[in-house]
């Protein structure tokens, strides 16, 4: 008899606060099932949808959404005994080659294969079993094509071109070899794919479920993901389209849940007021203290699901006392970010990015005009240890009541314990997307057509901007501290919403994948390389000679994948000589 293998993670309902058996993720691990005993009920597909979204927790996946999104970029310097993991050692030296561990993809693939198999076989489950519903067929189609779309989206980003395929893999005789398919037809892909379901995926889950609305694909999620799609492909009104449902979405959670809760959440007009309308988390605690957006978003304040759902729109949950509850931590946080027991990870912040908050003027990230008044530079870096806080630390209070800011950091995340949910999308994330797809649609020149043109988009991206910078002030009266004349052309606007990027989402897996974008748009990786140049022990000549190619920005296929798969190529960067793919950047 034919078996299917599935190396599913369970047990982890408790994360999600549920109680029957017959619920989410409350499914007992599965090993070798005998296929004419699976697939029968809707239990069958619950199971394997589990060993999807488990299949993300891998410590292995986060490990490399962190290396490929960020570590490459001017945010990661070396940290405590990097030396113990030469292959992450060689990455922050721009010394990559094809033996390099963290260019190996196949948990990727597992997930894949996993939501393959759902959008497969789940059908025959609804036409055999009456208690699974075609709304329910649907909307579990519409999160494994999202799943699977977010795979293959992290895939391209990091190698460019892959194997790709929505065929489901459960007999090994099936031919796995496959070529690389093109960046631009796997996206294009993708696109149809998740078009084709978001209408069918879930919008809101029940309020006694609250962890399901950022811990499961919604149509929020898929929305997003679509946005930043469009955004890769040069669609710019698309992506401005899907960041406007998102963002009216959001906006409907906050005042619901301002009139059924009578929470503490800002009322409308100081939302308007303080965040220009949108429905961020407040970061004011009480008048001169602050640093409440960080306990809500990143640490400690599970409580408060009203605000986390207003603001994060997809996470991946980890239960916050994973030893006393037996449940897997988040591993690659723990390690690479660090832990109390070694709060200098694997990694920390470069020292570009040390001097830059150290500087009282000319500073590059964190605009001169905050002084020390953006909480960011104390949500990012413990700038005592020089270490990463985001993730790794439970709290952290500012007091404002002297003119220079008091930090005071809650406990770290104890060795081998971290249960700080990794974020995916949250808000601010498709408003600086939004805000960039804006400043793409803005036409050269001076003249007056011209500038009436580009004045509603100037103003569009700066209000989103704005919004996003005022959040992050230590400040209980906001003001604006940007100055919109001072980004009237494309270029200072683009800079703008770069450099705004690069602060809110500093460590969360993003830096890379925007500079990579921005060379993809612009032809040539002049910005990219700036940005390189600037992390330290990094020779310059190397930095200049390697990533100036394009093709060196993406990574290398892993040796062993191109022992077993003949029909891949490898990328000319990384010493397989010239190919027809072999890219020179323009300056």
């Known amino acids: 008899m034919k078996k299917i293998h599935y190396y599913i993670l369970g047990a982890l309902c408790a994360v999600f606060g549920v109680s029957s058996c017959s619920d989410f993720l409350e499914i007992e691990p599965l090993n070798e099932i005998i296929f004419e005993k699976f697939w029968n009920e809707k239990a069958d597909v619950d199971a394997v949808i589990a060993g999807c979204y488990s299949g993300l927790q891998e410590e292995a996946v986060i490990k490399r959404m962190m290396v490929w999104g960020e570590f490459r970029s001017d945010n990661i310097g070396a940290g405590s ?46 036409a055999e079993d009456p208690a699974y519903t075609e709304s329910e067929l649907q909307a579990n189609i519409a999160e494994m094509v999202a799943i699977r779309s ?61 962890l399901y609305q950022t811990g499961r694909i919604t149509q929020d999620a898929i929305h997003s993901l679509l946005c930043e799609l469009y955004l890769w492909k040069k669609d710019y009104r698309s992506c401005i389209r899907y960041a406007d449902l998102v963002i009216e979405s959001k906006k409907k959670i906050a005042e619901e849940n301002r009139q059924q809760r009578n929470s503490s959440i800002l009322t409308n007009s100081d939302g308007d007021s303080r965040f220009n309308g949108f429905p961020l988390v407040s970061n004011t605690t009480t ?35 994973p030893r006393v509850n037996s449940m897997i931590q988040n591993g690659a946080v723990n390690s690479f970010y660090g832990n109390a027991n070694a709060t200098v990870g694997l990694v920390a912040p470069s020292d570009y990015i040390f001097s830059d908050i150290e500087k009282t003027s000319d500073r590059s ?30 709290t952290i209070d500012i007091s404002t009541t002297n003119s220079t800011p008091t930090i005071s950091y809650g406990s770290l995340y104890t060795q081998d314990q971290n249960g700080s949910n990794w974020i995916i999308y949250r808000l601010t994330d498709i408003m600086l997307l939004k805000a960039e797809a804006l400043t793409q649609l803005l036409r050269e020149g001076d003249d ?13 991206a700066f209000t989103l901007v704005n919004a996003v910078n005022k959040r992050a002030l230590c400040q209980s009266n906001l003001t604006d501290t940007l100055v919109a004349a001072q980004y009237n052309t494309k270029e200072r606007m683009e800079t703008l919403v ?19 974008r921005l060379s993809q748009r612009k032809g040539n990786t002049t910005t990219l390389v ?50 027809t793919s072999y890219q020179k950047t323009t300056k």
């Open 287 to 321: 008048s001169n203290y602050f640093g409440d957006a960080y306990t809500v978003l990143f640490g400690a304040d599970r409580s408060n699901t009203d605000e986390k759902n207003q603001e994060i729109i997809f996470q991946l949950i980890f239960d916050d006392e």
């Open 365 to 394: 990230v964190f605009d001169d005009r905050n002084k020390k008044l953006d909480s960011r530079m104390y949500f990012n870096c413990d700038v005592d240890d020089q270490s990463i806080n985001k993730f790794t630390t439970r």
């Open 530 to 579: 700036a940005a390189a140049l600037q992390k330290a022990k990094i020779g310059a000549s190397l930095i200049s000679n390697h990533l100036t190619k394009m093709d060196a920005i993406y990574w290398p296929y892993n040796d062993a994948e191109m022992k077993v798969n003949s029909h891949l190529v490898q990328n000319p960067a990384f010493g397989s000589g010239e190919d």
């Open 81 to 126: 005994n990097v030396s113990n993991d030469g292959n992450l050692e060689k990455i922050l030296m721009e010394n990559i080659d094809a033996k390099n561990s963290y260019t190996k993809w196949k948990d990727f693939y597992t997930v894949i294969n996993r939501c393959n198999t759902v959008i497969k076989y789940a059908p025959g489950v609804a």
């Open 150 to 210: 977010l795979c293959y989206f992290y895939l391209i980003r990091a190698f460019r071109d892959v194997p790709y395929s929505t065929v489901a893999y459960i007999d090994e005789d099936q031919p796995m070899d496959l070529p690389a398919t093109k960046f631009d037809d796997v996206l294009d892909s993708l696109i149809t794919s998740l078009e084709g379901v978001k209408d069918y995926a879930v919008k809101r889950y029940p309020v006694t479920k609250p």
């Open 498 to 516: 770069l450099r705004e990027r690069q602060r809110e989402l500093m460590f969360e897996g993003k830096r890379w994948f925007d500079l990579v």
């Open 448 to 460: 007056q057509e011209t500038l009436d043109y580009n004045k509603s988009y100037l103003n569009q």
